[in-house]
């Protein structure tokens, strides 16, 4: 199913994909919680409705976000990948975080406020290089996993 764009401007159309509540809380739990199963995500904090989750998954798949394949070990779980495309998601979820430390505090005291904040904080730029980072270097396993079985 196509994608529906309201007009042509890059910023709306981002948030013709993006602007859900749920679609960057899923990019951010897969490159930075490390979930990578259907299940991964039902277990998750910001407890999402399957039903959504579904919808939601098969949209990022559809905008190439994401890709879905099978775990190696486990052919009937599905595995759930970010793609160039999603790893490219990283500055701006880094951005919302650090908007949020630095207006949301105020209001919401209970963010977290650790040593990745810091880091955070300090390098958004480093910050965000090393989440991508570290995750490249979990696919790189993840397909070589895949090819020894």
Request: proline share 4%; net charge negative.
């Given at each position: 199913?196509?994608?529906?764009?309201?007009?042509?401007?890059?910023?709306?159309?981002?948030?013709?994909?993006?602007?859900?509540?749920?679609?960057?809380?899923?990019?951010?739990?897969?490159?930075?919680?490390?979930?990578?199963?259907?299940?991964?995500?039902?277990?998750?904090?910001?407890?999402?409705?399957?039903?959504?989750?579904?919808?939601?998954?098969?949209?990022?798949?559809?905008?190439?976000?994401?890709?879905?394949?099978?775990?190696?070990?486990?052919?009937?779980?599905?595995?759930?990948?970010?793609?160039?495309?999603?790893?490219?998601?990283?500055?701006?979820?880094?951005?919302?975080?650090?908007?949020?430390?630095?207006?949301?505090?105020?209001?919401?005291?209970?963010?977290?406020?650790?040593?990745?904040?810091?880091?955070?904080?300090?390098?958004?730029?480093?910050?965000?290089n090393a989440l991508m980072n570290k995750y490249k270097?979990?696919?790189?396993?993840?397909?070589?996993?895949?090819?020894?079985?």
């Open positions: 199913m196509p994608q529906d764009f309201r007009c042509n401007c890059p910023f709306t159309s981002a948030l013709d994909v993006l602007g859900d509540k749920w679609i960057l809380v899923i990019v951010k739990q897969m490159l930075i919680e490390g979930k990578e199963t259907f299940k991964d995500f039902t277990e998750s904090e910001e407890a999402i409705a399957t039903n959504i989750l579904a919808s939601k998954l098969k949209l990022l798949e559809e905008v190439g976000i994401i890709i879905k394949t099978k775990r190696p070990e486990n052919k009937k779980t599905n595995l759930y990948l970010l793609t160039d495309k999603g790893l490219a998601l990283a500055p701006i979820l880094v951005e919302l975080a650090s908007w949020s430390d630095g207006n949301l505090r105020d209001i919401h005291p209970t963010i977290v406020n650790g040593e990745a904040m810091e880091l955070l904080r300090n390098d958004k730029t480093a910050f965000a270097e979990k696919l790189a396993a993840t397909k070589a996993s895949m090819n020894n079985q």
